[in-house]
């Protein structure tokens, strides 16, 4: 009820409002006789204060003053002021004051008691809000027939939108989808946002936007709420209108939409959530421990979709970064994007996409991966895929090793963000033994010393056999002198005992060499990951 709703009513015929148009808009929710004048410690926002001049009396000007600005503060909707026999008229002043701080002020007479004033008031406010919780049980009862079907998001929308008879929209950017009635945000843009306050019934937070239509060169207006859930993020539900002054029972039917679609939206993150964990079994099933029966491995296959082609292949990325688990979802959405038939399983340390292929034409590899992730590995570091080689049904157990033994192999001796497995070479085998400490010892003494004591020294003889022992490339790419590589490389040769014409003494050498600067590599890549 408004105070304009209020003069209307028949008690208030001999009444007379002083302060002119002042609040004629101002809602009363409340009604509340004036005992003291502490009204911060006893009155609330939107309250009409009924009161008699006797009870300001005795007030100098400063306390009146820091009355009418506490009701101005507080959001009092109105002072009624009842005549008594020891005053006739209200004084001027009183009525300035009312006036500078926008205090609606009535005045009443003597015969019209507190008891009709709070009933009067009252009794209309309490009629409108059990028809507002009328219509809230009605339209809970409408949408209630609808969810026991499984309602779509379309259905639970064409229901909202015949129930509150204005265009809406509704949007979910993480499901991609968007259903609107109406083409009125299609050339609108926003000029205006406003924080609606909690009404009586509410309990969404609701924006009301102001829109300018380029069509139309007219502005129009749209009830925003956003749709607190766990399940999908930014979902935004739109009402369009014509005034600003959304009605309560309008929001009724927009309080109950949001319950069905938060309901939904649980639904489906349930049902998501049960498939998921049924495939990430199958998944594992498949990887860990397929079955060496060829018609129940072809029963687990044909159950994961995954039985129409001869050749299978595996990707797995590491989720042991932070970086890493923030981009899980994303990475695993494109790596399924990359074939039509997959599953993926997912570890807390790894996940893995198994890939069913028509022919070998159809591997993927280290450059299909780069391209594919460029952006993601150009920003994000250090991040590890493993690409197994394509195998046959019957070695689909290999695939996760192999995706292991790859991811082992990157924590210690880093190869790059991207490794295929023929590229381990004969280091494999020592991961498939669990063995890999064990590659320290293929790691001479006096070359680990070499490594810690002098790294230039370490660092031309890495990039020196990274170029086939070419003394003049390996001068270009350190930017030396071709004499200064010559004269290192002897250097090198003193401290180690090395003969570059022995074989077996040079590949050693560079056996060692090599894992040594992986682990310099790996090192440093640890420490990344502790930062990031």
Known sequence: MKIKDLLELSIFRGSKILTGNIGMEYEVESVMVLEAIDIENWSKENQLILTSFYAFENLDQSALTEFFKKMKEMGISGLVVKVERLIKLIPHWFIKLAEDYEI???????????????????????????????????????FTKIERNLTSFEQIMHEFQSLIKKDCELQIPSKNLTIASGKQS????????????????????????????????????ALKVNIINRYADDCILYVYQDDSFPKETDLMIIENAVDVIQEKL???????????????????????????????????????????????????????????????????????SLQEKTIFFEHHNYLIVLYNLPDKKATLDTDRLKRTFQSVLSEYQPLTFAISTVKEKTELKEILLE???????????????????????????????????????????????????????FKTLVTFFQ????????????????????????????????????????????????????KKRSATNEHRRKIN
Not at 116 to 142: F, G, N
Not at 197 to 220: G, I
Not at 406 to 419: A, G, K, P, S
Not at 490 to 505: A, F, G, R, V
């Open 403 to 457: 995706c292991l033994d790859i991811i082992r192999f990157n924590q210690e001796y880093y190869l790059d963000c991207i490794v295929e497995y023929s590229q381990l070479g004969l280091f494999r085998y020592f991961l498939r033994e669990h063995d890999i400490k064990n590659l320290e010892k293929l790691i001479p003494d006096n070359l680990v010393e070499l490594s810690e004591q002098n790294y230039d020294l």
């Open 186 to 221: 299609i050339d609108s843009v926003v000029v205006k946002t406003e924080n609606l306050k909690k009404r009586s019934f509410t309990k969404n937070n609701y924006e009301l936007l102001t829109l300018y239509s380029y069509q139309t060169a007219k502005e129009f207006f």
């Open 104 to 142: 609606p002020l009535i005045k009443v007479e003597k015969d019209l008691t507190y008891e009709k004033i709070m009933l009067a008031i009252y009794e209309p406010i309490l009629d409108y809000q059990s028809h507002v919780l009328h219509t809230y049980y009605d339209v809970r009862q409408r």
């Open 467 to 518: 170029n086939n022992r070419n003394y003049k490339k390996t001068a270009e790419i350190l930017f030396l002198h071709s004499k200064t590589v010559r004269y290192r490389m002897n250097k090198i040769e003193d401290i180690l005992s090395l003969d570059l014409t022995n074989p077996i003494q040079v590949l050693n050498y560079e056996t060692g060499t090599y894992l040594l600067d992986l």
């Open 266 to 336: 649980q639904l489906e993150y349930l049902i998501q959530k049960d498939r998921f964990a049924r495939l990430n079994n199958l998944a594992e099933a498949i990887l860990q421990d397929p079955p060496r029966n060829v018609d129940e491995l072809n029963g687990l296959l044909e159950e994961a979709c995954l039985n129409d082609f001869p050749y299978y292949q595996g990707i797995a990325f590491s989720t042991q970064t932070l970086n890493s688990r923030l981009l899980k979802k994303e990475i695993l959405y494109t790596l399924r």
